[in-house]
């Protein structure tokens, strides 16, 4: 059995037809709505459209309703994709036929031209390059929320899932770092039906925090090293200047070789901290391999 995961705040405009879409397009399926604490019609509707629905009793988060989502689901496979209308279910069999070919997670990769902020659309550039940089392999689009993936294999990493928007961001980086499969599917993202919920002055500190958390979850010493070498090359630099023209080692130069070494050795811990997030992933070796 398939299952699909549409995690809804106030979607009443958008989710009956969204469900309607899926049940007439796929055959044993079901389809999971999660009402986040909605306070318009959005349950009745679902429900209407003949989808289960699971409610939170206030808002808790799209990663919480993603998390609930994912226990109450029945399939070996789940989708996940937002409400609103942003993705078009007729792109789910594309998503599925990548999953026969063997991959344990497969991302709906938007591609230019989909709906997007002009903001919104640089900083994801830059997840997805930082990604990449990070795992060795190339991440087209790290914060899609439509994505298909093995049951078994997501629910192992729930506990590390956010209970805000970056859940993508957490599950993507988890599934790399364990050695299992990822894929990408080209899809179009129309423009979402009602108001959204993301305000980018009120999450514009997620990008820092997104940044950190990329490296954290997969290979901290990619991210701390390459700092601690600047840090130590800006030192050595000043010293030499500061030795050449003054015949002395500055305050300075001290600074910034402690820091350093301390930068670096933050990376050695974190290292070993993220290895012992996923050592009862069941990823085990395959979490080494990748690793390097």
């Known amino acids: 059995m398939l299952s699909v995961v549409l995690p809804a705040k106030n979607e009443a405009g958008a989710v009956g037809a969204t469900v309607e879409r899926i049940l007439a397009l796929l055959a044993e399926v079901e389809v999971i709505v999660v009402d986040d604490g909605s306070t318009d019609e959005t349950r009745k509707t679902a429900e209407a459209a003949g ?55 497969v991302v709906g990769a938007r591609q230019s031209g989909s709906q997007a902020s002009l903001g919104r659309g640089v900083a994801n550039g830059f997840y997805n390059r930082l990604a990449s940089y990070m795992t060795g392999h190339k991440v087209e689009d790290l914060t899609s929320g439509f994505r298909a993936v093995r049951a078994s294999r997501f629910r192992e990493f729930l506990h590390l899932l956010p209970n805000g928007f970056s859940y993508p961001t957490t599950s993507t980086m988890a599934f790399f770092r364990a050695g299992y499969s990822v894929a990408y ?21 997620r990008f820092l925090l997104i940044i950190f958390k990329i490296g954290t979850l997969y290979s901290p010493l990619k991210l ?63 979490s080494e391999d990748s690793a390097g």
């Open 224 to 286: 701390f090293a390459p700092i601690a070498l600047l840090m130590f090359l800006l030192a050595s630099g000043w010293y030499g200047y500061t030795f050449f023209h003054f015949n002395r080692f500055t305050n300075m130069s001290a600074l910034l070789y402690s820091g350093a070494v301390m930068v670096f050795l933050m990376g050695l811990i974190s290292e070993q901290i993220t290895a012992l997030m996923y050592r009862d992933s069941g990823g085990g070796q395959g």
């Open 185 to 205: 599917e080209p899809i179009h993202a129309a423009k979402r039906i009602g108001k959204s919920h993301i305000r980018l002055l009120r999450d514009g500190t």
């Open 51 to 105: 989808a289960r629905v699971v409610s939170h009793p206030y808002s808790k988060g799209n990663g919480a309703a993603i998390k609930t989502g994912a226990r109450a689901a029945r399939g070996d496979v789940i989708v996940f994709m937002d409400a609103d209308g942003q993705h078009d279910p007729a792109d789910i069999p594309r998503l599925l036929a990548r999953m026969e070919e063997g991959y344990d997670m």
